[in-house]
């Protein structure tokens, strides 16, 4: 079996993620978020998306984050990476 660290990163801005050779990632937007989407997948208040990789496999894309223009809403998604050790 794999040895895995967990990485926790807060975004705040509309930008590309690398998915770094992760084995899982994770989008959370809290409840109170300004809207969020993930390639284009609507991120619904306190919902996650969840991806997760084949066992052995390692996912090497690039997320693209886009963030709603909401004046009345604090733009927050947080991402959740489990990555292999080497």
């Known amino acids: 079996m794999a040895k895995t660290r967990t990485e926790n990163i807060a975004y705040a801005k509309s930008q590309g993620i690398s998915a770094d050779g992760c084995f899982a990632i994770s ?24 991806i997760k990789q084949n066992v052995g496999d ?9 963030f709603a223009n909401n ?12 990555m292999p050790i080497r």
């Open 27 to 50: 989008f959370f937007r809290p409840s109170s978020a300004a809207a969020v989407q993930v390639e284009g997948i609507d991120i619904e208040a306190g919902q996650t998306l969840s």
């Open 71 to 82: 004046q009345d809403a604090t733009n927050a998604l947080y991402v959740i990476r489990v």
């Open 58 to 66: 390692e996912d090497h894309s690039t997320y693209q984050i886009s």
